[in-house]
């Protein structure tokens, strides 16, 4: 089946503790992406990468990295989290042309206290 | 500046009546367009899409839309809402630019909720 894997679902943590967020997809997808999901706010694209090795800064990448050595993966690392990063975390993915829309994994809760 | 505006937050309706949510974009491009849903807990699923052709695109259970370029819209409608309804709906365009970019940008969601 074809779809985003994103672990873990559900993360309690505390402030400055180093975290990563795993994303992998199984479609051979060039284009990855990373958003953060906030009430009235919408989607807000974080960081994505065109490819391996090709990464860009979205519309909100303060306190976020990323990484693509592989085309299957594309974590997202927050180095020291904060309470405002507190969010909804979507990981998608897509092929760089054509009419597909993007596929999202499930959502990562965090909560930072 | 690209931008996606889904005018009101929070829609109600009753059960059997009509469904309506807005959605206007600004391209200086004709862009790709989508609605996505996302019920309570879960995350987003596809709707519907409209990419070329046909302006009038119908999507999974009962929801339709239509891209009417000169209003840059792309409104989401169901002639009868029911109680399953209930979600968060998000409307999102597809940008392209050189070297194969994209992005897709969302509106701020409208929830809908459905009384009996």
């Known amino acids: 089946e074809a779809q985003v894997t994103q672990n873990p679902r559900y993360l309690i943590t505390v402030t400055g503790k180093k975290l990563t967020v795993t994303c992998s997809q199984n479609?051979?997808?060039?284009?990855m992406s990373w958003y953060r999901q906030d009430p009235g706010l919408g989607l807000r694209q974080i960081y994505y990468?065109?490819?391996?090795?090709?990464?860009d800064k979205g519309d909100v990448p303060e306190g976020y990295k990323v990484s693509r050595k592989e085309k299957r993966n594309f974590p997202l690392i927050l180095e020291s989290p904060s309470p405002n990063q507190t969010s909804l975390y979507f990981c998608?993915?897509?092929?760089?042309?054509?009419?597909?829309?993007?596929?999202f994994g499930s959502g990562t809760r965090l909560t930072v206290v | 500046a690209q931008s996606v505006t889904q005018l009101g937050s929070h829609v109600s309706v009753s059960e059997g009546a009509l469904v309506l949510l807005r959605c206007n974009y600004s391209?200086?491009?004709?862009?790709?367009l989508f609605w996505y849903v996302q019920y309570p807990n879960q995350g987003l699923q596809l709707l519907l899409k409209?990419?070329?052709?046909?302006?009038l695109v119908k999507g999974i259970n009962g929801f339709e839309a239509e891209f009417k370029k000169s209003e840059t819209s792309f409104h989401l409608t169901k002639p009868s809402a029911h109680m399953s309804d209930a979600a968060e709906y998000f409307c999102?365009?597809?940008?392209f630019g050189p070297g194969g970019y994209n992005k897709l940008i969302f509106g701020a969601g409208t929830r809908l909720a459905v009384h009996p």
């Open positions: 998608a993915s897509s092929s760089p042309q054509g009419g597909g829309g993007y596929t």
């Open positions: 479609m051979n997808h060039e284009y």
């Open positions: 990468s065109m490819n391996v090795e090709v990464t």
């Open positions: 391209s200086s491009v004709p862009p790709y």
């Open positions: 409209y990419t070329t052709g046909a302006t």
């Open positions: 999102a365009v597809r940008f």
